[in-house]
């Protein structure tokens, strides 16, 4: 380590008395910046998670082709980077040539199948007046206090290349920035924060790595039965099978809430093309959410910090609420960084703790 890391920092207080007053008043001072840091940085705090985000999954593809590729760290993770880039450049090339209009076909399907239920709706005096702008304006009003810098195509293309460029950055050289954080702490307390810190990025790795895994086998298994398996049993393919797997692996990078919306899509459109093409569209989002669900999700749980779904479904909420789009697609990451750290802290004191004194005969 850098010869700084043995130094005093600037929180390091020797009086016991003095420092338990200042820790009094820096938690009390902690909680009126950390309110005022939620209200007026919220955009470029979550850019930053984003790209520490990002960072760790490059660092994990860096770390697994270490495993095959015997060069050194820098060509791995710009084989890596290179792997991105051609994928994204894939997506909007693959996009923009076979599924733009499908896209569009997607949009103006779920919106006629929408009216169609609130017509329905209407009819049978079950909601009065509905229409679908009014809803979408209702569900909408409250979610997202998104800022300027994301409220735009623009805005959120400027997030997505600082979010790449902040990843590509944090990737090259971690440590710098673990030593640059460590020196803010304690010189007792550093060492504790290093094995904090690598455990936090070993479980994010699992994590994201198996978010990815999901993804894959999401997209695939539903364009794959929307498409092919229905005709073994006569039933019509379900049209946009591509758009479909796509949006369904791109969504199940967030749990709950993206299963539900991809669902939603898949069974309007199922719908539109007739009962049976619906029906078998309905089999296929449960056959796929409850191979995820008793199958990938618990491998995942078992490589690393296993979430419980309610405190998933609470943070996308939450975050979803206060920052958007952007903080609903982190809630995961957040959560299960916080609850490593907070299980390791938690480890480590009670192994410091004496063991309690046998009980006496």
Do not use: C
């Amino acid at each position: 380590m850098a010869s700084h890391d043995y130094e005093p920092g600037p929180t390091e207080i020797s009086d016991p008395r003095l420092r338990f007053e200042v820790q009094r008043a820096g938690i009390w001072i902690g909680m009126v910046l950390l309110a005022a840091l939620v209200v007026v940085l919220a955009a470029p705090l979550l850019l930053i998670i984003g790209g520490m985000v990002f960072a760790v999954l490059l660092d994990g593809g860096t770390r697994l082709l270490g495993r095959w590729l015997p060069i050194g760290r820098g060509w791995r993770l710009a084989l890596v980077i290179l792997a991105a880039l051609l994928f994204i450049g894939w997506t909007i090339w693959y996009s923009g040539t076979q599924l733009v209009n499908q896209f569009a076909l997607l949009r103006d399907t779920v919106t006629a199948q929408a009216d169609r239920l609130l017509d329905w709706l209407s009819a049978n005096g079950l909601f009065p007046d509905a229409n679908l702008s009014a809803i979408s304006g209702q569900l909408f009003a409250s979610i997202g206090r998104v800022t300027s810098v994301l409220g735009t195509a623009i805005g959120a293309l400027t997030a997505a290349i600082l979010i790449f460029v902040i990843g590509i950055f944090i990737a090259i050289e971690p440590k710098i920035y673990d030593r640059g954080v460590a020196w803010m702490v304690p010189m007792a307390h550093r060492e504790k924060f290093f094995e904090i810190s690598d455990r936090v990025g070993f479980a994010l790795r699992r994590l994201l790595a198996g978010r990815i895994l999901g993804m894959v086998i999401e997209g695939i298994f539903t364009y794959v039965m929307l498409a092919h398996v229905g005709t073994w049993f006569g039933i019509a393919p379900v049209p946009l099978a591509a758009v479909l797997g796509l949006l369904t692996g791109l969504l199940a990078f967030i749990p709950n809430i993206g299963a539900i919306i991809s669902g939603i899509l898949m069974v309007a459109v199922g719908f539109s093309a007739g009962t049976e093409p619906g029906l078998w569209a309905i089999f296929v989002y449960f056959f796929v959410q409850n191979f995820d669900g008793y199958v990938i999700i618990p491998l995942i749980a078992k490589k690393t910090v296993d979430l419980a779904p309610a405190l998933v479904l609470a943070a996308q909420l939450l975050m979803g609420t206060l920052f958007g789009f952007l903080g609903l697609l982190l809630a995961d990451p957040i959560v299960a960084a916080i609850k490593t750290t907070l299980e390791e802290i938690s480890k480590r004191k009670e192994e410091a703790e004496p063991a309690p004194p046998p009980p006496e005969d």
